[in-house]
Structures are given as C-alpha cells and as structure tokens.
T-cell receptor, first 115, second 118 residues
C-alpha cells in the first residue's frame, strides 16, 4: 500500500541553524501539506501546496518557513533560522485531490529538536 | 472559523469495556468533512474514518462505530470491547469544502488519550 515517507525521523539542530525536512508524498497525489505537533499538543496546520504554489498558510508559517517541490517526488519544508519553539513533530500529508473532502494521508513525522 | 472540541483529555478503561470519545465541532460552512485519526505511541497519524456533512448515517467498522449528529454538531466515536492495542491518542478533525481548489486544511481537536488496561 502506498504511503507517505519522511526523512529524517529525528533531527537535532542548534538554534539559528537551517533545517530541511523532507517528504515523499504518495505518487499520484496532487495536494501536499505540512502540519506540526508540539509535544503533547494538538496537530496544527502550517501550509498547503498545490500546482507548485502555496494554497494556504497559517499564521505560524512566517518568513522563516518555506516549502518546495524540487522534483516530481519530494516535498520539503525549510526553516531558515530555527528557534527553540520550533521543536515539534512535523508531519507531511498528501491527498489525491479529487474532492475537497479527500482524505489526507500522513507520513510518520520528523521530530525536530532545537537546542 | 472552524473549531473542534474534544473535551475528554484522557480516558482510562479496562479491556473489554466500551468507550465513547466525544467530538463537537463548529463551522459556518454547510458542506464540510469530519475525520478521526489515531495516534499510537509510535507517533504516526492513522486515518480511521471520513464523513461528509450530508451523510448522517452512522457507520460501523468492526469494533469501531461513529455517530454523526448535525443537530448537536457532534461526531462521536465508540470502541466496543476495547483492547490494549486501542491505547492511543485519538484526534477528531474538520475540513471545510471549498468551491475552488481543494487544498482544504484539517483543523484538529486537542485529542483524547485512551488508555486500555488489562
């Protein structure tokens, strides 16, 4: 069964460093998402991406964040200068795009720890 | 603005008990979608079910059942004869329907941690 994959599973970085989180969505899916979950809290939407551009972004997704689909398979989230409060689990999700109610399928997450 | 409320922070039951997880939502849309996801201790988010706002028929899948009531804006989830493997955090989520573009985000509740013991 196709699944969303994410690398790395755990990333440790120093405050102020840049990190890139990588995702490979399900191959025939058209819509891509990033969410984050601070430890013990709810899952929060960051950004959605379709047709090589951002569809929607949340207030969390400020100028320090960017997303890219550099090729036909990868979908990346970059944080330019990490802060302590960026420590969280980051989930990538994708959906086919046949309808707005389509199910989003999530990757296993990348745990980001900022020291 | 959309909002999902899961008032039960944590529930503990003994194996074989039935348990219901509550979910109440708020939205101004007439068309929307509701979801339940399971987050086991390993951390991934596992899709369980999707319902659209026009389909209030309850659904049963094995030991799982869902009760959708538009009149009370609730979408509750019941596990019958719970098992230790059901121990996880369960999230209810809401997605609006958009006329153009379908990159609808999910708005999650705060989750309910279910602990099933022997």
């Amino acid at each position: 069964e196709p699944e969303v994959t994410q690398t790395p599973s755990h990333q440790v970085t120093q405050m102020g460093q840049e990190v890139i989180l990588r995702c490979v969505p399900i191959s025939n899916h058209l819509y891509f998402y990033w969410y984050r979950q601070i430890l013990g809290q709810k899952v929060e939407f960051l950004v959605s991406f379709y047709n090589n551009e951002i569809s929607e972004k949340s207030e969390i997704f400020d100028d320090q964040f960017s997303v890219e689909r550099p090729d036909g398979s990868n979908f990346t989230l970059k944080i330019r200068s990490t802060k302590l409060e960026d420590s969280a689990m980051y989930f990538c999700a994708s959906k086919p795009g046949q309808g707005s109610g389509d199910t989003q399928y999530f990757g296993p997450g990348t745990r980001l720890t900022v020291l | 603005a959309q909002k999902v409320t899961q008032a039960q922070t944590e529930i503990s039951v003994v194996e074989k008990e039935d348990v219901t997880l509550d979910c109440v939502y708020e939205t101004r849309d007439t068309t929307y979608y509701l979801f339940w996801y399971k987050q086991p201790p390993s951390g991934e988010l596992v899709f369980l079910i999707r319902r659209n706002s026009f389909d209030e028929q309850n659904e049963i899948s094995g030991r799982y059942s869902w009760n959708f009531q538009k009149s009370t804006s609730s979408f509750n989830f019941t596990i019958t004869a719970s098992q230790v493997v059901d121990s996880a955090v369960y999230f209810c989520a809401l997605s609006e329907a958009k006329l153009t573009g379908t990159a609808s985000k999910l708005t999650f509740g705060t989750g309910t941690r279910l602990q099933v013991t022997l």
